[in-house]
T-cell receptor, first 109, second 114 residues
Framework: RKEVEQDPGPFNVPEGATVAFNCTYS??????FFWYRQDCRKEPKLLMS???SGNEDGRFTAQLNRASQYISLLIRDSKLSDSATYLCVVNMNNNDMRFGAGTRLTVKP | DADVTQTPRNRITKTGKRIMLECSQTKGHDRMYWYRQDPGLGLRLIYYSFDVKDINKGEISDGYSVSRQAQAKFSLSLESAIPNQTALYFC?????????????FGPGTRLTVL
């Protein structure tokens, strides 16, 4: 089993749609969690950290479920500019960061 | 100017050649990392360094070596390149902080080994 698993997609949604991605992780001792965004042929950039109580940043909501070992990212009112690959990142222990393979999102007009 | 820079941005080389990829940062961060990205596999950690005198192996260090010449510089070497080292390589930095330390990535180096 991979340490961090994501549905690779692609997710193709119309503008204005709500879309959700899940990510599962294998190490129950994992300390912290993140969603990064990667545009085609570019470097990953932090989208948001994921806190135990869940957190929201504008149209983006991140949730953590430690009991089931998954995190999620919800995007509301999708924009064309949201088209990218979304990487789930798990800090396994002592800053040993493990990346999922990414979920590709395309938002269409 | 970019905070994390990588040179070269693209490189094509032949099997058996020695290759060095350079990373420099102006963020003043102590921690630096080298990753490779392959389609369908995500980013995998090759080596990381928490300060100038500290070097640690990551998931996939075989076939690679690193040098932390200064706080701002971290280079990755392939002593004898092989085709399965063809990949996109990223350098990253982070502050010496707690669990929620953001990593900042360079623009990447696309390496092709023929």
């Amino acid at each position: 089993r991979k340490e961090v698993e994501q549905d690779p997609g692609p997710f193709n949604v119309p503008e204005g749609a709500t879309v959700a991605f899940n990510c599962t992780y294998s190490n129950s001792a994992s300390q912290s969690f993140f969603w990064y965004r990667q545009d085609c042929r570019k470097e990953p950039k932090l989208l948001m950290s994921v806190y135990s109580s869940g957190n929201e940043d504008g149209r983006f909501t991140a949730q953590l479920n430690r009991a089931s070992q998954y995190i999620s990212l919800l995007i509301r009112d999708s924009k064309l500019s949201d088209s990218a690959t979304y990487l789930c990142v798990v800090n396994m222990n002592n800053n040993d960061m493990r990346f999922g393979a990414g979920t590709r999102l395309t938002v269409k007009p | 100017d970019a905070d994390v820079t990588q040179t070269p941005r693209n490189r094509i080389t032949k099997t058996g050649k020695r290759i060095m990829l350079e990373c420099s940062q102006t963020k003043g961060h102590d921690r630096m990392y080298w990753y490779r990205q392959d389609p369908g596999l995500g980013l995998r950690l090759i080596y990381y360094s928490f300060d100038v005198k500290d070097i640690n192996k990551g998931e996939i260090s075989d076939g690679y070596s690193v040098s932390r010449q200064a706080q701002a510089k971290f280079s990755l070497s392939l002593e004898s390149a092989i085709p399965n080292q063809t990949a996109l390589y990223f350098c990253a930095t982070s502050q010496l902080a707690g669990a929620y330390n953001e990593q900042f990535f360079g623009p990447g180096t696309r390496l092709t080994v023929l």
